[in-house]
Protein backbone atom coordinates (compact mmCIF):
# COMPACT_ATOMS: atom_id res chain seq x y z
CA UNK A 1 0.00 0.00 0.00
CA UNK A 2 0.90 3.32 -1.10
CA UNK A 3 1.47 6.29 1.64
CA UNK A 4 1.15 9.80 -0.55
CA UNK A 5 2.44 12.58 1.48
CA UNK A 6 -0.02 15.57 2.13
CA UNK A 7 0.86 18.82 3.44
CA UNK A 8 -2.26 21.08 5.05
CA UNK A 9 -2.42 24.39 3.34
CA UNK A 10 -0.06 27.09 4.78
CA UNK A 11 -1.72 29.85 6.10
CA UNK A 12 0.31 33.11 6.69
CA UNK A 13 -1.05 34.66 10.37
CA UNK A 14 -1.41 38.15 10.80
CA UNK A 15 1.04 40.88 11.08
CA UNK A 16 1.94 42.42 14.45
CA UNK A 17 1.15 45.70 15.27
CA UNK A 18 3.15 49.15 13.62
CA UNK A 19 6.00 50.25 16.06
CA UNK A 20 5.65 53.90 16.40
CA UNK A 21 8.44 55.01 17.90
CA UNK A 22 10.68 53.21 15.67
CA UNK A 23 8.86 54.52 13.08
CA UNK A 24 9.39 57.83 13.81
CA UNK A 25 13.21 57.34 14.79
CA UNK A 26 13.39 55.81 11.80
CA UNK A 27 11.75 58.51 9.28
CA UNK A 28 14.06 60.93 11.31
CA UNK A 29 17.34 59.35 10.83
CA UNK A 30 16.35 58.54 6.86
CA UNK A 31 15.71 62.43 6.67
CA UNK A 32 18.74 63.68 8.49
CA UNK A 33 21.23 61.52 6.49
CA UNK A 34 19.14 62.34 3.08
CA UNK A 35 20.11 66.08 3.80
CA UNK A 36 23.60 64.71 4.69
CA UNK A 37 24.47 63.05 1.79
CA UNK A 38 22.52 65.97 -0.40
CA UNK A 39 25.24 68.56 1.37
CA UNK A 40 28.46 66.42 0.73
CA UNK A 41 28.01 65.27 -2.79
CA UNK A 42 24.80 66.81 -4.73
CA UNK A 43 21.31 65.73 -5.63
CA UNK A 44 22.03 62.85 -7.97
CA UNK A 45 23.85 60.99 -5.14
CA UNK A 46 20.82 61.71 -2.61
CA UNK A 47 18.70 60.41 -5.61
CA UNK A 48 20.87 57.03 -5.37
CA UNK A 49 20.12 57.53 -1.62
CA UNK A 50 16.66 57.34 -1.63
CA UNK A 51 16.97 54.41 -4.03
CA UNK A 52 18.70 52.46 -1.53
CA UNK A 53 15.79 53.28 0.81
CA UNK A 54 13.38 52.59 -1.76
CA UNK A 55 15.33 49.24 -1.81
CA UNK A 56 15.41 48.11 1.83
CA UNK A 57 11.50 48.13 1.83
CA UNK A 58 11.45 45.96 -1.03
CA UNK A 59 13.81 43.53 0.40
CA UNK A 60 12.10 43.56 3.35
CA UNK A 61 8.61 43.51 2.32
CA UNK A 62 8.92 40.62 -0.16
CA UNK A 63 11.95 38.76 1.85
CA UNK A 64 13.70 38.46 -1.35
CA UNK A 65 16.56 35.92 0.08
CA UNK A 66 19.22 34.37 -1.95
CA UNK A 67 21.19 32.59 0.61
CA UNK A 68 17.83 30.57 1.51
CA UNK A 69 16.97 30.32 -1.96
CA UNK A 70 19.92 28.41 -2.76
CA UNK A 71 19.48 26.58 0.32
CA UNK A 72 16.10 25.57 0.07
CA UNK A 73 17.27 24.20 -3.59
CA UNK A 74 20.05 22.34 -2.12
CA UNK A 75 18.22 20.49 0.60
CA UNK A 76 15.10 19.84 -0.64
CA UNK A 77 14.66 21.20 -3.72
CA UNK A 78 12.15 23.81 -3.37
CA UNK A 79 12.74 26.38 -6.88
CA UNK A 80 10.65 28.69 -5.96
CA UNK A 81 12.80 31.33 -4.75
CA UNK A 82 15.03 30.39 -7.58
CA UNK A 83 12.80 31.29 -10.38
CA UNK A 84 11.81 34.54 -8.41
CA UNK A 85 15.54 35.70 -9.16
CA UNK A 86 15.35 34.02 -12.59
CA UNK A 87 11.97 36.62 -13.39
CA UNK A 88 14.25 39.44 -11.35
CA UNK A 89 16.91 38.67 -13.82
CA UNK A 90 14.62 38.33 -16.84
CA UNK A 91 13.01 41.69 -16.49
CA UNK A 92 16.40 43.34 -15.34
CA UNK A 93 18.13 42.34 -18.59
CA UNK A 94 15.14 43.59 -20.63
CA UNK A 95 15.95 46.96 -18.76
CA UNK A 96 19.80 47.19 -19.13
CA UNK A 97 19.64 46.66 -22.75
CA UNK A 98 17.51 49.61 -23.62
CA UNK A 99 19.28 52.10 -21.27
CA UNK A 100 23.23 50.30 -22.14
CA UNK A 101 21.63 50.16 -25.89
CA UNK A 102 20.61 54.46 -25.70
CA UNK A 103 23.82 55.10 -24.09
CA UNK A 104 21.69 57.89 -22.16
CA UNK A 105 22.18 58.56 -18.24
CA UNK A 106 22.21 61.13 -15.81
CA UNK A 107 26.47 60.42 -15.21
CA UNK A 108 26.68 59.61 -18.88
CA UNK A 109 26.85 57.10 -20.91
CA UNK A 110 25.43 53.78 -19.12
CA UNK A 111 28.45 50.94 -18.31
CA UNK A 112 27.19 47.67 -17.23
CA UNK A 113 29.26 45.34 -15.05
CA UNK A 114 31.42 43.56 -17.45
CA UNK A 115 34.23 40.93 -15.89
CA UNK A 116 36.29 38.59 -17.07
CA UNK A 117 34.81 35.15 -16.29
CA UNK A 118 37.78 33.64 -14.04
CA UNK A 119 39.53 31.89 -12.03
CA UNK A 120 39.11 34.64 -9.44
CA UNK A 121 35.06 34.78 -10.19
CA UNK A 122 34.83 30.55 -9.92
CA UNK A 123 36.84 30.81 -5.90
CA UNK A 124 35.66 33.94 -5.00
CA UNK A 125 32.16 33.11 -5.70
CA UNK A 126 32.46 29.19 -3.98
CA UNK A 127 33.87 30.83 -0.67
CA UNK A 128 30.98 33.30 -0.74
CA UNK A 129 28.83 30.56 -1.20
CA UNK A 130 29.99 28.32 1.75
CA UNK A 131 30.53 31.75 3.52
CA UNK A 132 26.91 32.92 3.20
CA UNK A 133 25.38 29.58 4.30
CA UNK A 134 27.39 29.35 7.54
CA UNK A 135 26.76 33.23 8.01
CA UNK A 136 23.34 32.76 7.39
CA UNK A 137 22.77 35.79 5.01
CA UNK A 138 24.01 36.83 1.51
CA UNK A 139 25.18 40.71 1.19
CA UNK A 140 21.68 42.37 0.48
CA UNK A 141 20.46 39.84 3.03
CA UNK A 142 22.83 41.26 5.54
CA UNK A 143 21.92 44.83 5.07
CA UNK A 144 17.82 44.56 5.00
CA UNK A 145 18.47 41.88 8.03
CA UNK A 146 20.28 44.46 10.33
CA UNK A 147 18.15 47.22 9.70
CA UNK A 148 15.43 45.18 10.52
CA UNK A 149 16.80 44.46 14.41
CA UNK A 150 18.10 40.81 13.81
CA UNK A 151 21.17 41.58 15.47
CA UNK A 152 23.00 37.89 15.21
CA UNK A 153 23.61 39.55 11.88
CA UNK A 154 25.42 42.21 12.58
CA UNK A 155 28.11 39.54 13.63
CA UNK A 156 27.81 38.63 9.97
CA UNK A 157 28.32 42.47 8.93
CA UNK A 158 31.34 42.50 10.80
CA UNK A 159 32.99 39.59 9.92
CA UNK A 160 31.79 40.94 5.89
CA UNK A 161 34.61 44.06 6.71
CA UNK A 162 37.35 42.25 8.39
CA UNK A 163 37.25 40.28 5.29
CA UNK A 164 37.13 42.89 3.12
CA UNK A 165 39.75 44.37 5.04
CA UNK A 166 42.08 41.46 4.55
CA UNK A 167 41.23 41.26 0.88
CA UNK A 168 43.12 44.77 0.62
CA UNK A 169 46.42 43.16 1.59
CA UNK A 170 45.57 40.84 -1.14
CA UNK A 171 44.95 42.73 -3.85
CA UNK A 172 47.37 41.95 -6.09
CA UNK A 173 47.32 38.36 -6.65
CA UNK A 174 43.44 38.84 -6.45
CA UNK A 175 43.61 40.73 -9.56
CA UNK A 176 45.95 38.02 -10.76
CA UNK A 177 43.38 35.66 -10.56
CA UNK A 178 40.56 38.00 -11.98
CA UNK A 179 42.62 38.17 -15.03
CA UNK A 180 42.67 34.71 -15.72
CA UNK A 181 39.30 34.03 -17.39
CA UNK A 182 37.65 35.43 -20.98
CA UNK A 183 35.79 38.96 -21.18
CA UNK A 184 32.64 38.10 -22.60
CA UNK A 185 29.24 39.74 -23.27
CA UNK A 186 26.09 38.07 -24.23
CA UNK A 187 25.43 40.97 -26.06
CA UNK A 188 28.73 41.34 -28.04
CA UNK A 189 27.28 39.68 -31.26
CA UNK A 190 26.12 40.59 -34.20
CA UNK A 191 22.67 40.55 -32.61
CA UNK A 192 23.60 43.37 -30.22
CA UNK A 193 21.63 43.64 -27.30
CA UNK A 194 18.51 42.00 -28.17
CA UNK A 195 20.90 39.09 -29.24
CA UNK A 196 22.16 39.55 -25.36
CA UNK A 197 18.22 39.51 -24.52
CA UNK A 198 17.67 36.42 -26.35
CA UNK A 199 20.30 34.32 -24.83
CA UNK A 200 19.53 35.55 -21.65
CA UNK A 201 16.16 34.68 -21.43
CA UNK A 202 17.15 31.27 -23.07
CA UNK A 203 19.50 30.59 -19.90
CA UNK A 204 16.78 32.09 -17.47
CA UNK A 205 13.94 29.63 -19.42
CA UNK A 206 16.25 26.82 -18.84
CA UNK A 207 17.11 27.49 -14.91
CA UNK A 208 13.25 27.79 -14.21
CA UNK A 209 12.36 25.12 -16.01
CA UNK A 210 15.31 22.57 -14.44
CA UNK A 211 13.80 23.97 -10.78
CA UNK A 212 10.28 23.23 -11.70
CA UNK A 213 11.19 19.14 -12.65
CA UNK A 214 13.12 18.79 -10.13
CA UNK A 215 10.77 20.47 -7.56
CA UNK A 216 7.74 18.47 -8.77
CA UNK A 217 10.59 15.06 -8.71
CA UNK A 218 11.37 15.73 -4.66
CA UNK A 219 8.17 16.73 -3.69
CA UNK A 220 9.34 19.63 -1.01
CA UNK A 221 7.81 21.26 1.39
CA UNK A 222 6.24 24.84 1.14
CA UNK A 223 7.69 28.11 1.60
CA UNK A 224 6.79 29.73 4.97
CA UNK A 225 4.88 32.85 4.21
CA UNK A 226 5.53 35.95 6.39
CA UNK A 227 3.02 37.68 8.43
CA UNK A 228 0.63 39.64 5.99
CA UNK A 229 -1.74 42.80 6.79
CA UNK A 230 -5.63 42.92 5.32
CA UNK A 231 -6.56 45.17 2.41
CA UNK A 232 -4.52 48.39 1.52
CA UNK A 233 -2.61 48.04 4.33
CA UNK A 234 -0.59 44.97 3.21
CA UNK A 235 1.43 47.44 0.65
CA UNK A 236 3.23 49.14 3.94
CA UNK A 237 2.93 46.10 6.20
CA UNK A 238 2.32 42.74 5.47
CA UNK A 239 4.30 40.51 2.88
CA UNK A 240 4.49 40.87 -1.12
CA UNK A 241 5.03 37.92 -3.46
CA UNK A 242 8.09 37.48 -4.32
CA UNK A 243 7.51 38.00 -8.21
CA UNK A 244 6.52 41.95 -6.81
CA UNK A 245 10.21 41.70 -5.12
CA UNK A 246 11.44 40.19 -8.31
CA UNK A 247 9.91 42.93 -10.50
CA UNK A 248 10.61 45.74 -8.23
CA UNK A 249 14.27 45.03 -7.60
CA UNK A 250 15.30 44.67 -10.95
CA UNK A 251 13.22 48.26 -12.46
CA UNK A 252 15.55 49.72 -8.73
CA UNK A 253 18.41 47.95 -10.51
CA UNK A 254 17.75 49.17 -13.71
CA UNK A 255 17.16 52.84 -12.17
CA UNK A 256 20.72 52.93 -10.59
CA UNK A 257 22.46 52.32 -13.56
CA UNK A 258 20.10 55.37 -15.11
CA UNK A 259 21.50 57.41 -12.70
CA UNK A 260 25.02 56.73 -11.58
CA UNK A 261 25.88 55.20 -14.78
CA UNK A 262 26.80 51.84 -13.37
CA UNK A 263 24.75 48.86 -11.49
CA UNK A 264 23.54 48.15 -8.14
CA UNK A 265 26.65 46.65 -5.48
CA UNK A 266 26.88 46.44 -2.07
CA UNK A 267 30.40 44.66 -1.00
CA UNK A 268 32.87 47.59 -1.84
CA UNK A 269 31.40 49.79 0.78
CA UNK A 270 32.65 47.08 3.56
CA UNK A 271 36.46 47.64 2.50
CA UNK A 272 35.78 51.41 2.91
CA UNK A 273 34.61 51.32 6.11
CA UNK A 274 36.72 48.71 7.90
CA UNK A 275 39.33 50.92 6.67
CA UNK A 276 38.33 54.29 7.69
CA UNK A 277 37.29 52.56 11.02
CA UNK A 278 40.62 51.62 11.76
CA UNK A 279 42.33 55.00 10.38
CA UNK A 280 39.66 56.01 13.10
CA UNK A 281 41.56 54.50 16.01
CA UNK A 282 44.90 55.00 14.63
CA UNK A 283 45.38 52.17 12.26
CA UNK A 284 46.74 53.16 9.00
CA UNK A 285 46.42 50.65 6.33
CA UNK A 286 45.94 53.67 3.15
CA UNK A 287 49.69 51.10 2.17
CA UNK A 288 47.67 47.80 1.20
CA UNK A 289 48.03 47.66 -2.56
CA UNK A 290 44.02 47.77 -2.72
CA UNK A 291 44.20 51.50 -1.06
CA UNK A 292 47.28 52.11 -3.80
CA UNK A 293 44.59 52.05 -6.54
CA UNK A 294 43.94 55.92 -7.14
CA UNK A 295 40.28 55.49 -7.43
CA UNK A 296 40.28 53.51 -4.41
CA UNK A 297 42.83 55.77 -2.24
CA UNK A 298 40.24 58.39 -3.41
CA UNK A 299 37.36 56.90 -1.84
CA UNK A 300 39.36 56.57 1.17
CA UNK A 301 40.42 60.15 1.69
CA UNK A 302 36.98 61.55 0.91
CA UNK A 303 33.51 61.70 2.74
CA UNK A 304 32.13 58.07 3.37
CA UNK A 305 28.81 60.61 2.50
CA UNK A 306 30.29 60.40 -1.03
CA UNK A 307 30.59 57.33 -1.71
CA UNK A 308 27.59 56.19 -3.85
CA UNK A 309 27.80 52.08 -2.99
CA UNK A 310 28.09 53.21 0.98
CA UNK A 311 25.05 55.45 0.75
CA UNK A 312 23.31 53.30 -1.14
CA UNK A 313 24.05 50.66 1.67
CA UNK A 314 22.93 53.22 4.62
CA UNK A 315 19.85 53.65 2.78
CA UNK A 316 18.90 50.02 2.48
CA UNK A 317 19.36 49.37 6.05
CA UNK A 318 17.27 52.24 7.13
CA UNK A 319 14.43 52.07 4.46
CA UNK A 320 14.44 47.79 6.10
CA UNK A 321 14.34 49.51 9.58
CA UNK A 322 11.37 51.49 8.82
CA UNK A 323 9.47 48.98 6.67
CA UNK A 324 9.64 46.69 9.37
CA UNK A 325 8.99 49.08 12.05
CA UNK A 326 5.52 49.41 9.84
CA UNK A 327 4.85 45.72 9.99
CA UNK A 328 5.47 45.26 13.37
CA UNK A 329 8.48 42.98 12.95
CA UNK A 330 11.32 44.80 14.15
CA UNK A 331 12.71 43.41 17.54
CA UNK A 332 16.22 43.43 18.72
CA UNK A 333 17.71 40.38 19.17
CA UNK A 334 19.33 40.50 22.23
CA UNK A 335 20.65 36.71 23.02
CA UNK A 336 22.83 35.28 20.41
CA UNK A 337 23.65 32.04 21.10
CA UNK A 338 27.85 31.70 21.07
CA UNK A 339 27.89 29.23 18.17
CA UNK A 340 25.67 31.42 16.28
CA UNK A 341 27.83 34.57 16.47
CA UNK A 342 31.27 32.54 15.53
CA UNK A 343 29.28 30.85 12.54
CA UNK A 344 28.48 34.27 11.49
CA UNK A 345 31.56 35.85 12.16
CA UNK A 346 33.60 33.21 9.66
CA UNK A 347 30.61 33.37 7.35
CA UNK A 348 30.81 37.10 6.72
CA UNK A 349 35.06 36.35 7.00
CA UNK A 350 34.55 34.26 3.62
CA UNK A 351 32.24 36.19 2.11
CA UNK A 352 34.03 39.44 2.74
CA UNK A 353 36.94 37.77 1.08
CA UNK A 354 35.01 36.22 -1.53
CA UNK A 355 33.24 39.27 -2.92
CA UNK A 356 36.60 40.94 -3.12
CA UNK A 357 37.91 37.76 -5.17
CA UNK A 358 34.62 37.89 -7.21
CA UNK A 359 34.67 40.92 -8.31
CA UNK A 360 31.47 41.44 -6.39
CA UNK A 361 29.15 39.65 -4.57
CA UNK A 362 25.24 38.11 -5.32
CA UNK A 363 24.17 41.66 -6.14
CA UNK A 364 27.24 43.82 -7.81
CA UNK A 365 28.52 39.92 -9.44
CA UNK A 366 25.50 37.83 -10.05
CA UNK A 367 22.60 40.41 -10.29
CA UNK A 368 24.55 42.90 -12.18
CA UNK A 369 26.73 41.07 -14.02
CA UNK A 370 23.53 38.56 -15.51
CA UNK A 371 21.77 42.23 -16.23
CA UNK A 372 24.67 43.34 -17.91
CA UNK A 373 25.10 40.67 -20.18
CA UNK A 374 28.47 39.02 -19.01
CA UNK A 375 29.26 35.49 -18.65
CA UNK A 376 31.14 36.33 -15.38
CA UNK A 377 27.67 36.61 -13.52
CA UNK A 378 26.61 33.22 -14.48
CA UNK A 379 29.83 31.93 -13.28
CA UNK A 380 29.58 33.32 -10.33
CA UNK A 381 26.04 31.77 -9.76
CA UNK A 382 26.84 28.33 -10.94
CA UNK A 383 30.39 28.64 -8.42
CA UNK A 384 27.97 29.78 -5.63
CA UNK A 385 25.56 27.29 -6.21
CA UNK A 386 28.72 24.49 -5.30
CA UNK A 387 29.26 26.51 -2.64
CA UNK A 388 26.29 26.32 -1.36
CA UNK A 389 26.56 21.87 -1.54
CA UNK A 390 29.78 22.68 0.92
CA UNK A 391 27.94 25.07 3.45
CA UNK A 392 24.78 23.80 3.80
CA UNK A 393 26.31 20.32 5.80
CA UNK A 394 28.38 22.99 7.80
CA UNK A 395 25.36 24.71 9.31
CA UNK A 396 24.57 22.42 12.01
CA UNK A 397 28.01 22.86 13.83
CA UNK A 398 27.05 26.21 14.15
CA UNK A 399 23.37 26.23 15.67
CA UNK A 400 21.50 26.17 12.42
CA UNK A 401 19.04 23.87 10.95
CA UNK A 402 18.52 23.33 7.17
CA UNK A 403 14.86 22.45 5.52
CA UNK A 404 13.80 18.69 5.47
CA UNK A 405 11.56 16.88 3.26
CA UNK A 406 9.09 15.85 6.34
CA UNK A 407 8.78 19.68 7.30
CA UNK A 408 5.54 21.35 7.37
CA UNK A 409 7.50 24.40 5.49
CA UNK A 410 10.89 25.64 4.55
Known amino acids: MSVVNERLPVVAVEAPSARSGVIIVGTALAAILGFAVDHAAGWKLAL ?78 FIFGVGMQIGGSCASGTLFAVGSGQTAILYTLGGFILGSIGSAFAANWIAYLQSLGPTVSLAATPLGYAGGVLFSLLIIGAIAGGS ?58 FALWGAKFLGWIGIDISHAPYWAIPKNAAALHASVLADRVSVMDF ?13 GAFVLHRAVPWKMA ?11 FGARMAGGCNIGAYFSGVASFSLHGWLWGLAAIAGTYVGVPLRPLFGLGNPKPTDSVC
Open 315 to 327: GIMLGALIASALA
Open 212 to 269: LLLQRRRNPPPIEPAPVARGWTRVLRGAWPLWVGAILLAALNAVTLFISGSPWGITAA
Open 48 to 125: LYVVGLALGLVLFHSRFGFTSAWRQVVAVGQGTAIRAHMLMLAVAVVLFAVILQSGIGLSGAPKGMVLPASIGVALGA
Open 342 to 352: VGAVIGGILMG
